[in-house]
């Protein structure tokens, strides 16, 4: 590189590459971030804007008028909107938690399994590859009333003495929506864990075998304390996941019966794409955006907590 | 003793894991009539009037092109712009390298359904709704941060001797990004770009949203708008769904290594 504005003193060569790595470093950035900060920040700005306007698709007419918080005070007198929050707020802490516990016991005997990892790595993997709609549709066929497997199952078993018609049931509706979340997402959890089990020092658990401590001890004592990080990410990644779910209940209830299992992302999405009231239902875009952004920065807290400690990075 | 019981106990949870899909390409395979009585375990007559059905009342050839089209433009844009500023970041020294990635990884836990609405309107006044880049549009708020994200901690990964050596040979940084470190990289560009597929193949809400009918909708919007005439077609929709997973649970069985390395190194890393 030529440099030719006469204050060659103080810009020495080091200090000329430095100039060269920072161009081309964004030179390089600067498309993928353009395009997300067009396709992804902007409209979430323009979401935030439009909360405060009145705007109402059916009635182009009416334009587009300010009115400050006005739909943030619908919302929040809005049954409808409470129940859709309490919903998904109970659809993760239920599915988070299975997930969790069964991912953890997955990822325990995944390692000790000394053959057909490749076999049961296979397994897992594909629900959890497969389109979200597609375990709905699978679940669904599974808990029919009719014919469905799962009352021919239970009836055979003496569990039953009738058919359920599960997707009636205002609670009942939630087992097929809770099964096939864990069924598609627990894969995933126990990979994560997994890589986590595979980064902690064997050494540590023969050492704790040799001083006498039982399965059970180094379990909580030594396992657990080491996987923390992975578990963090793991929460991290499947409450966000969670709080935003809509594919899944969607095909599965379409929110039903009623409103009993609808989530907020469902909720806003009849506001926006059935009713066409976009004012509104940016005022509750932004309010599940904040949500999952309080949930990501108390994470980013925890997970900033954590570091250093954890064996998982490398 | 404790062995078996372990092994059974495995077992046991990966046959649970196994039969829904069981269950539904069974039921996918058994004739219409049968499907709603008592269920059997094991299939007495298999058919394929299902499949059959699904491509030519149904065409479902339709959806499935317009699946591969949007899943694969969007995986080839976003690679191509995505491994530039994968590079950059895990490779030169810029102020605001860290602000970027974090600002990346922010827009990845966004819930896709709070920016529907402006870029519903986008593409109405762009008369980009219901068209193919109508969809790889919005496809790109997910993907193109997920692809820079992956890619980013591959290009972190590879040994930075070689990246010397060539600078001390005379390379500048562009050669030595194109000769030495982008061969390199080639597995990691490639299990980013299957990934990013296969997030795109299953999208649901955009292409819910951007599409106006069935000559447009995708893998995922054909299947949950299937609807019969008189009754619930459940023989045509499982047949929909084992070949909506077809090529996902392909390529995963045939990567599954690197797959599982892509999804966790992403993770753990960040």
């Known amino acids: 590189m030529n440099r030719r504005d006469g204050d060659t003193c103080s810009s020495t060569p080091d200090d000329s590459l430095a100039r060269e790595e920072r161009r081309l470093g964004w030179t390089l950035v600067a498309p993928a971030l353009g395009v997300v900060l067009l396709v992804a920040i902007a409209p979430l700005a323009w979401t935030v804007w439009e909360s405060f306007h009145h705007h109402d698709l059916r009635m182009p007419w009416l334009g587009r008028s300010f009115v400050g918080l006005a739909n943030y005070r619908e919302l929040l007198g809005t049954p409808r909107f409470w129940a859709s929050l309490a919903h998904t707020a109970f659809f993760a802490v239920a599915s988070v938690s299975l997930e969790l516990i069964l991912g953890l016991v997955l990822a325990l005997a995944m390692q000790r399994a000394s053959r057909g990892r490749a076999l049961i790595r296979a397994t897992v993997l594909v629900p959890w590859a497969l389109p979200t709609v597609v375990a709905a549709l699978l679940w669904r066929f599974l808990f029919q009333s009719d014919a469905g497997v799962v009352n021919a199952v239970l009836i055979a078993a003496g569990v039953l003495d009738q058919p359920v018609v599960w997707l009636a049931g205002t609670v009942t509706a939630w087992v097929p929506v809770i099964l096939a979340d864990v069924w598609k997402t627990t894969p995933f959890v126990a990979l994560l864990l997994l890589a986590g089990l595979q980064g902690i020092d064997p050494t540590l658990h023969e050492s704790a075998a040799i001083d006498g401590a039982g399965r059970w001890r180094v379990l909580t004592r030594i396992t657990l304390p080491l996987l923390r990080p992975a578990i963090l990410v793991a929460l991290v990644f499947r409450t966000l996941d969670a709080i935003r779910v809509f594919d899944l209940i969607y095909v599965l209830t379409g929110g039903g019966p009623g409103t009993a299992t609808e989530p907020v992302a469902l909720y806003t999405f009849s506001a926006l794409m059935q009713n066409l009231r976009f004012g509104y239902g940016a005022a509750l875009s932004v309010t599940i955006f904040a949500v999952a952004f309080l949930l990501a920065v108390i994470y980013v807290r925890l997970l900033g907590a954590d570091d250093g400690r954890g064996g998982s990075t490398t | ?144 941060p997920l692809t820079v994200w992956l890619l980013t901690t591959y290009f972190r990964q590879l040994p930075g001797e070689l990246e010397d050596a060539a600078r001390v040979d005379g390379a500048s940084r562009w050669q030595t990004f194109t000769r030495v470190l982008l061969p390199l990289a080639m597995p990691g560009i490639a299990t980013t770009a299957i990934l990013t597929f296969i997030y795109c193949w299953n999208e649901f809400l955009f292409a819910l949203s951007f599409t106006l009918g069935p000559e447009r909708w995708t893998v995922p919007v054909a299947i949950a708008l299937f609807r019969g005439q008189y009754q619930v077609p459940w023989g045509q929709i499982l047949a929909a769904a084992v070949v909506a997973t077809a090529p996902v649970a392909a390529l995963v069985l045939a990567f599954q290594r690197r797959i599982v390395q892509g999804l966790t190194s992403g993770a753990v890393k960040g």
């Open chain 2, 1 to 144: 003793m404790t062995t078996w019981l372990r092994r059974g106990a495995l077992a046991f949870i990966l046959l649970l894991f196994a039969f829904p899909f069981y269950w539904a390409i069974v039921a996918s395979l058994t004739p219409e009539a049968s499907l709603f009585q008592a269920p059997s375990l094991v299939p007495r007559t298999l058919v394929l009037d299902h499949y059959r059905a699904l491509f030519t009342e149904r065409d479902f050839g339709t959806p499935i092109r317009n699946s591969l089209i949007v899943a694969g433009a969007t995986t080839a844009l976003c690679i191509t712009l995505g491994t530039l500023a994968a590079y950059a970041l895990a490779r030169l020294r810029f102020r605001g390298r860290s602000a970027v990635l974090g600002a990346l990884l922010a827009v990845t836990m966004f819930p896709q359904i709070s920016i529907v609405s402006p870029l519903y309107i986008l593409l109405r006044a762009l008369h980009l709704l219901d068209t193919y880049p109508g969809l790889v549009l919005p496809y790109l708020t997910f993907a193109m």
